[in-house]
């Protein structure tokens, strides 16, 4: 899109197949847009310019590569924390969490105004890693298990 515009959450709706699924892939997309790996920004800003569609971004090597490897890097940093690291970033998680979901509730009221604040969009910072991982208080003390095996 050559006028700047940025993608809305109906554009995305071909591969999120619903509407709260398009809202966090767009979400994900605005986070990944300004993160730390220059692949994924470049990614993100080009399905936000529209320049890129969602389908190719998601089936280029390049590209799927880099989110493999920054889910790797989120669950290796979850692994080397330690309980009382786990512990403040389950708190900051549920302080980020509940402020999405106040900004949830005001994008749901006023949709037009949903690009101006994305400061909650990213989740919080993790001691030793990237943000966004449950600590244990979200989990009743217990480490969380993960889908690639046992700790």
């Given at each position: 899109?050559a006028?700047?515009?940025?993608?809305?959450?109906?554009?995305l709706?071909?591969?999120a197949k619903?509407?709260?699924r398009?809202r966090s892939?767009?979400?994900?997309?605005?986070?990944?847009?300004?993160g730390?790996?220059?692949?994924?920004r470049?990614?993100?800003n080009?399905?936000?310019?529209?320049?890129?569609?969602a389908e190719?971004?998601f089936?280029?090597p390049?590209?799927?590569a880099?989110?493999?490897?920054g889910?790797?890097?989120?669950r290796?940093?979850?692994?080397?924390?330690?309980?009382?690291?786990?512990r403040?970033?389950?708190?900051r998680?549920?302080?980020w969490q509940?402020?999405?979901?106040?900004?949830q509730?005001?994008?749901?009221?006023?949709p037009?105004?949903?690009?101006?604040d994305?400061?909650?969009?990213?989740?919080?910072?993790v001691p030793g890693g990237?943000g966004g991982?449950r600590?244990?208080d979200q989990?009743?003390?217990?480490?969380?298990g993960n889908?690639?095996g046992p700790?």
């Amino acid at each position: 899109m050559a006028d700047g515009r940025e993608v809305d959450q109906g554009e995305l709706l071909g591969v999120a197949k619903d509407e709260e699924r398009a809202r966090s892939l767009l979400r994900a997309l605005r986070t990944l847009s300004t993160g730390p790996d220059p692949k994924l920004r470049e990614m993100a800003n080009g399905v936000l310019r529209g320049s890129l569609s969602a389908e190719q971004a998601f089936t280029d090597p390049e590209y799927t590569a880099a989110l493999f490897s920054g889910a790797d890097k989120v669950r290796r940093a979850g692994e080397l924390r330690s309980d009382a690291e786990a512990r403040e970033a389950g708190a900051r998680f549920g302080e980020w969490q509940r402020a999405r979901d106040a900004e949830q509730e005001r994008e749901e009221k006023d949709p037009d105004g949903a690009s101006q604040d994305r400061r909650s969009a990213e989740p919080p910072g993790v001691p030793g890693g990237p943000g966004g991982l449950r600590g244990p208080d979200q989990l009743h003390g217990r480490r969380p298990g993960n889908r690639f095996g046992p700790r």
